[in-house]
């Protein structure tokens, strides 16, 4: 068809569409012209006029109602079978929630992920976030679950495995884990950017319950050196192993959970940020004044300081060395080099007004149980500045998320046992090996929270985080 074909055509129907309109509106007259004579000249027309107002009126009215009634429904769907209602919960049911952070291994398929949803919405569970890990064999999925107070552990396993899932893991949840993964990843690295102290304790934070192990170089105290490690990390099921960042090595252990390459990545990154960055530690100085109106300086410490800590060593009596060290002490630069250094804990050290230190405390990361250590110059001794330094270290403790603090000392030691009284705190003595441990929980202290197993799983001993 051609152009002028197609507009005569449409010349053509345009000149009958408008007759057609001429007619029903001649129509339409003729009709109301006829309607109005009859109800004009008629004896009702007075009331035909006011029942057909009302009429309109109350179908207005009725047309109102209907729409406002109905403009929130949902869209009508066609699924071809009226789908079954789901139970609905009491009210006191579903105001009380726990929170569960559960890991689970489902197979690489399509599907897999819908079904184990859709059997965690049968349970009434809520899934507040998803991070998957893929592996070889399957895909690990890691969830934050809000579930109702009233369904067990056994019962949202039983629920996950017969959605395909296996290998569950459980764990009680707290309002700190709803902080989505870039975030937290992005806390972490800021926590370890900022303070050489803080990669085992973002390390533990990362990856829950595990044991780390940091061995330096030099071989201390008889101990075997540390391992070689390649540059690029060993990642086993249960182990990973990584270049410590002072050149000795850095070993993580979970035997109740194995690692993904996704924590891998995780892990060496934050490992290779704080070898980057070199030793640091906050620059904060607080100056205090003592009873007697001398003012003194706290501050953190580290290897730059080896020299005024030989010197205080120097200054120290036999018998204070032997109640800090346990016992005569032997190539004491070594192990100083060691203690100071912030990627095994922490260091306060005390100065004079003239600058010369004169009492060092040490908060060592051994896993849950933190140790605290102090020496103070003879001179500088029943000063108050052991229990100040006492104080702040345990403080930071708290700070980390370490669960307890201890000390190993002697009885004879009436100043370290004073000190830890001094606190206000709770305290466990025990003796071990003719040596005097005393623990004490520091305030807000975390809850350790163990994790919940399925029926069929055995407990793994010595599963507790360690950081030496």
Same mark, same amino acid.
């Given at each position: 068809?051609?152009?002028?074909?197609?507009?005569?055509?449409?010349?053509?129907?345009?000149?009958?569409?408008?007759?057609?309109?001429? $007619?029903?509106?001649?129509?339409?007259?003729?009709?109301?012209?006829?309607?109005?004579?009859?109800?004009?000249?008629?004896?009702?027309? @007075?009331?035909?006029?006011?029942?057909?107002?009302?009429?309109?009126?109350?179908?207005?009215?009725?047309?109102?109602?209907?729409?406002?009634?109905?403009?929130?429904?949902?869209?009508?769907?066609?699924?071809?079978?009226?789908?079954?209602?789901?139970?609905?919960?009491?009210?006191?049911?579903?105001?009380?929630? $726990?929170?569960?952070?559960?890991?689970?291994?489902?197979?690489?398929?399509?599907?897999?992920?819908?079904?184990?949803?859709?059997?965690?919405?049968?349970?009434?569970?809520?899934?507040?976030?998803?991070?998957?890990?893929?592996?070889?064999?399957?895909?690990?999925?890691?969830?934050?679950?809000? $579930?109702?107070?009233?369904?067990?552990?056994?019962?949202?396993?039983?629920?996950?495995?017969?959605?395909?899932?296996?290998?569950?893991?459980?764990?009680?949840?707290?309002?700190?884990?709803?902080?989505?993964? +870039?975030?937290?990843?992005?806390?972490?690295?800021?926590?370890?950017?900022?303070?050489?102290?803080?990669?085992?304790?973002?390390?533990?934070?990362?990856?829950?319950?595990?044991?780390?192990?940091?061995?330096?170089?030099?071989?201390?105290?008889?101990?075997?050196?540390?391992?070689?490690? +390649?540059?690029?990390?060993?990642?086993?099921?249960?182990?990973?192993?990584?270049?410590?960042?002072?050149?000795?090595?850095?070993?993580?252990?979970? @035997?109740?959970?194995?690692?993904?390459?996704?924590?891998?990545?995780?892990?060496?990154?934050?490992?290779?940020?704080?070898?980057?960055?070199?030793?640091?530690?906050?620059?904060?100085?607080?100056?205090?004044?003592?009873?007697?109106?001398?003012?003194?300086?706290?501050?953190?410490?580290?290897?730059?300081?080896?020299?005024?800590?030989?010197?205080?060593?120097?200054?120290?009596?036999? =018998?204070?060395?032997?109640?800090?060290?346990?016992?005569?002490?032997?190539?004491?630069?070594?192990?100083?080099?060691?203690?100071?250094?912030?990627?095994?804990?922490?260091?306060?050290?005390?100065?004079?007004?003239?600058?010369?230190?004169?009492?060092?405390?040490?908060?060592?990361?051994?896993?849950?149980?933190?140790?605290?250590?102090?020496?103070?110059?003879?001179?500088?001794?029943?000063?108050?500045?052991?229990?100040?330094?006492?104080?702040?270290?345990?403080?930071?403790?708290?700070?980390?998320?370490?669960?307890?603090?201890?000390?190993?000392?002697?009885?004879?030691?009436?100043?370290?046992?004073?000190?830890?009284?001094?606190? =206000?705190?709770?305290?466990?003595?025990?003796?071990?090996?003719?040596?005097?441990?005393?623990?004490?929980?520091?305030?807000?202290?975390?809850?350790?929270?163990? @994790?919940?197993?399925?029926?069929?799983?055995?407990?793994?001993? =010595?599963?507790?985080?360690?950081?030496?």
């Amino acid at each position: 068809m051609t152009d002028a074909t197609s507009a005569k055509s449409s010349r053509r129907h345009h000149w009958r569409r408008d007759l057609v309109e001429l $007619a029903a509106l001649f129509t339409a007259v003729s009709v109301a012209d006829a309607i109005a004579n009859a109800i004009a000249h008629g004896p009702s027309g @007075p009331v035909l006029l006011c029942c057909s107002a009302v009429v309109l009126i109350a179908t207005a009215a009725f047309h109102t109602w209907w729409s406002r009634r109905h403009e929130h429904a949902p869209p009508p769907t066609d699924t071809g079978a009226a789908a079954p209602a789901a139970p609905v919960a009491p009210a006191e049911e579903r105001k009380e929630t $726990a929170l569960w952070r559960m890991r689970t291994t489902v197979r690489d398929e399509p599907g897999s992920l819908a079904a184990l949803c859709t059997a965690l919405a049968g349970q009434r569970v809520d899934i507040l976030s998803l991070q998957t890990h893929p592996l070889s064999d399957g895909t690990v999925d890691e969830f934050l679950l809000r $579930a109702p107070a009233a369904l067990s552990a056994t019962g949202l396993t039983r629920a996950v495995a017969s959605a395909g899932g296996s290998r569950t893991w459980l764990e009680r949840a707290d309002a700190h884990d709803l902080v989505d993964a +870039p975030t937290r990843m992005l806390g972490l690295a800021t926590r370890t950017a900022l303070d050489s102290a803080e990669l085992p304790l973002a390390l533990r934070q990362l990856l829950g319950r595990c044991t780390i192990r940091s061995v330096p170089a030099k071989a201390l105290n008889g101990q075997p050196p540390a391992e070689r490690v +390649p540059d690029e990390g060993i990642l086993e099921e249960h182990t990973m192993k990584f270049r410590g960042p002072s050149g000795g090595s850095v070993t993580i252990e979970r @035997p109740h959970l194995p690692f993904t390459p996704t924590e891998f990545a995780r892990v060496r990154a934050l490992v290779e940020l704080d070898a980057r960055l070199g030793q640091r530690v906050p620059p904060r100085r607080d100056v205090l004044t003592l009873p007697e109106g001398n003012a003194i300086t706290v501050r953190r410490t580290d290897t730059s300081d080896l020299a005024a800590a030989l010197e205080m060593h120097g200054r120290c009596s036999a =018998g204070t060395l032997a109640k800090r060290y346990h016992g005569p002490v032997a190539d004491a630069e070594r192990y100083l080099d060691h203690l100071l250094s912030p990627r095994f804990g922490r260091t306060l050290a005390v100065e004079t007004a003239s600058g010369r230190l004169v009492a060092l405390g040490h908060l060592l990361w051994d896993g849950e149980e933190t140790e605290v250590a102090l020496l103070v110059e003879d001179a500088w001794q029943w000063r108050g500045i052991g229990s100040e330094l006492l104080r702040r270290l345990v403080g930071m403790a708290a700070e980390a998320g370490c669960a307890s603090v201890y000390a190993i000392t002697q009885a004879s030691n009436t100043g370290m046992v004073a000190a830890m009284r001094g606190l =206000g705190l709770p305290l466990d003595y025990q003796i071990e090996e003719g040596t005097l441990v005393i623990s004490a929980r520091p305030e807000g202290a975390p809850v350790r929270r163990e @994790p919940v197993r399925p029926e069929a799983a055995r407990s793994v001993p =010595g599963a507790g985080p360690q950081a030496t």
